[in-house]
């Protein structure tokens, strides 16, 4: 590469929204850059899939490969959640489209997805750190950036550039635009587990969350024997605790009822990791010459495990939209309205549910008809049905873009 190159497209990360949104460009036909700060494969937490995220895998022509990479097949999830009622859960294959998603290693499902924008003629560089975006007024035009081990500063001119930095949020830092979510304030600690009990049949590879009076745990098995089991609870809880997270983690982990019974007789076979402040949402998806997508955008809660669906589901939407602003220039602000439109609807909704969720005061019934309430006010739904459904991530972005196209 030159030190200057011009691309129709700039995308900023290479995780699973950067990589997706590059991907589906180019398959459309256009010169797309992705500059990844890390070097693939890379750790990342968020192992837990759900079936919102397979149509763009379908889309990218991924499902093949991923199902033969071996991994834990997930077919729904049990809960230990709500008011004094056991165990109780959910099937995908309620939401009908897709009877299971995956617990992954996210290193190689993250690196899977990368390739595959390579493969489609994606150019992408790995251990490159974006310094700043380029203005021309107040439009964006591209990125400086190095690479590893060359202190040379280089510049790539966008047409259009796409933020999927996650949480490092370059430009949500550089226009100010991170709001927090104060009530959904978490700190998550988690490690991985070996010779956990595991439950049989199609139930062996489901997510199980529990809930405890401060609190929740995951427990995620995945292909390789381990287990990850994880932790949640309120920043504020944490810091008057006095204590440290991993001295919480393994008291807590002592007081759960299902987690505890899986856990007996395993080991911990790795430290503890964490982190906090996961929930919030920008105020602009998009201005001139920019748009976010996936962590970049916005970050709800792990509860129901739909961070990487929402980054996926968000580039098959933004994808379609810069492939329409790229030839048509001045339908720019139209069409990036419609996308953060659709967007921010999808990301609410989502938000809506979980913060209903965390009331464990509740019985399932209840967050069944609230489900129904959100996506099937008319009821031609089952209400075990739609909470399948909005655990599934199936009603969404895409759904609603492609309304608008088709207007």
């Known amino acids: ?225 381990t287990v990850s089991v994880g932790h949640v609870t309120p920043i504020a809880e944490y810091k008057a605790s006095g204590k440290s997270l991993e001295e919480i983690y393994t008291e807590r982990l002592a007081q759960t009822e299902e987690i505890k019974t899986l856990t007996a007789g395993a080991r911990r076979v790795s430290g503890f990791r964490n982190i906090k402040d996961w929930s919030y949402t920008c105020t602009k998806f998009h201005g001139p010459g920019w748009t976010l997508v996936g962590d970049a955008a916005a970050f709800i809660d792990p509860l129901l495990s739909t961070g990487v669906t929402l980054a996926l589901r968000g580039s098959r939407a933004l994808a379609d939209a810069i492939d329409e602003v790229l030839a048509n220039p001045s339908s720019e602000t139209e069409v990036l309205d419609w996308y953060e439109h659709s967007y921010r609807s999808f990301l609410d909704s989502v938000l809506e549910f979980v913060r209903f969720f965390y009331d464990r005061t509740k019985h399932k019934e209840d967050y069944w008809d609230k489900a129904q309430a959100q996506i099937d006010p008319h009821r031609l739904r089952p209400r075990e049905m739609d909470f399948a459904r909005m655990l599934s991530g199936l009603t969404g972005i895409d759904d609603i873009f492609s309304k608008r196209k088709a207007a």
């Not at 180019?26 to 990342?44: S, T």
């Not at 079936?51 to 809960?79: I, Q």
């Not at 009530?183 to 587990?193: F, H, K, Q, V």
């Open 1 to 225: 590469m030159s030190e200057e190159d011009e691309f129709d497209v700039v995308v900023i990360g290479g995780g699973p929204g950067g990589s997706a949104t590059a991907g589906l460009l180019a398959m459309k036909g256009h010169r797309v850059l992705v500059l990844e700060r890390e070097k693939f494969p890379r750790y990342h937490i968020g192992e837990s899939l759900i079936t919102g995220l397979m149509p763009t895998l379908e889309d990218l022509g991924l499902l093949e490969r991923l199902d033969a990479m071996g991994f834990t097949k997930k077919y729904g999830g049990t809960l230990l959640w709500g008011k004094n009622q056991g165990t109780w859960g959910f099937r995908f294959h309620e939401s009908a489209l897709y009877e299971h998603a995956y617990q992954v290693r996210r290193a190689d499902f993250d690196a899977l997805l990368l390739g595959r924008a390579r493969e489609l003629g994606v150019t992408v560089v790995e251990e490159a750190t974006v310094k700043s975006p380029v203005f021309e007024g107040d439009r964006v035009v591209g990125v400086t950036y190095t690479e590893r081990g060359s202190k040379q500063v280089r510049t790539a001119r966008s047409k259009q550039l796409v933020d999927a930095s996650g949480q490092t949020h370059l430009l949500g830092n550089e226009f100010d635009l991170i709001e927090y979510h104060d009530d959904l304030r978490n700190i998550a600690t988690w490690a991985y587990w070996q010779g956990c009990n595991l439950y049989g049949g199609t139930k062996a590879g489901d997510i199980i969350s529990e809930n405890l009076p401060t609190g929740w745990f995951w427990f995620i098995p995945l292909h390789d024997g």
